[in-house]
Each structure stands twice: as structure tokens, then as C-alpha cells.
């Protein structure tokens, strides 16, 4: 069974910084894009970033860029998404997927017709003093 499981999660103080991990099984990540998401309490979820099945190339949304960098190691079937300067606005779940196509989750969010192959459960970041 495909499974994508988050980590790193949790309380940080703002301007702080956090460093989530998504663990793949199951499944072979070299062969999928992965792709970083995040659902704030009463909005909806949106596309941080994603990165080819390489990791030489990444694609972030405009107002990720700067703050938050997605990574891999394929060799250890994990992604990784580093934040930096955390504010109380980034308060959310933050989820990882992944897909054999990178376009599939550029838009996913925007675009009801489209699929995913893999999510993972999300964890919480909560940004507070």
C-alpha cells in the first residue's frame, strides 16, 4: 500500500523555523514528483511547492517563494520542506504528495478535475508566541 507520513510539526515561536519530513512506503519515490500543501483553519488548501523526481528543479507558488524551500532524498525515499521566518499566518496543516506527473500537483487546487496519486495525513503547524 502507497503511504506518504509527515513529520516535524509543531509549536514554534514566530520568526522561527521548522523542517517537515515526508517518509514514503510502499512505493519508489524516484519515480514521483512530490508536492507540499498546506490547510489553514477555515480556508482552503493550498500549493506551497513542488519539486521533479530528481530534486534539480523546483516550482513554488508566488507567495511561497523566499521563505520555504522543498527538497528529496531519494535515496532515503523522503522529501523534505524547510521554513524559515515563520509567522502566525502560516498556522496549518501541512500536507505532502506525490504524483508521477508534477503538473497534476502545481493544480490540483485549482483544478477540480485533477488527481493525485499519493497524500499523506498532514501535521500540524501552529506559529505562536
Known amino acids: 500500500q502507497s503511504q506518504l507520513v509527515e513529520s516535524g510539526g509543531g509549536l514554534v515561536q514566530p520568526g522561527g523555523s521548522l523542517r517537515l519530513s515526508c517518509a514514503a512506503s510502499?512505493?519508489?519515490?524516484?519515480?514521483?514528483?512530490i508536492g507540499w500543501f498546506r490547510q489553514a483553519p477555515g480556508k482552503e488548501r493550498e500549493f506551497i511547492a513542488a519539486t521533479i523526481k530528481s530534486g534539480s528543479s523546483a516550482y513554488y507558488a508566488d507567495s511561497m517563494k523566499g521563505r520555504f524551500t522543498i527538497s528529496r532524498d531519494n535515496a532515503k525515499n523522503t522529501g523534505y520542506l524547510q521554513m524559515n521566518n515563520l509567522k502566525p499566518d502560516d498556522t496549518a496543516v501541512y500536507y505532502c504528495?506525490?504524483?508521477?506527473?508534477?503538473?497534476?500537483?502545481?493544480?490540483?487546487?485549482?483544478?477540480?478535475?485533477?488527481?493525485?496519486?499519493?497524500w499523506g495525513q498532514g501535521t500540524l503547524v501552529t506559529v505562536s508566541s
Open positions: 504528495a506525490a504524483d508521477p506527473k508534477l503538473h497534476n500537483l502545481v493544480v490540483v487546487t485549482t483544478d477540480k478535475d485533477t488527481y493525485v496519486e499519493v
Open positions: 510502499g512505493f519508489i519515490l524516484d519515480y514521483y514528483a
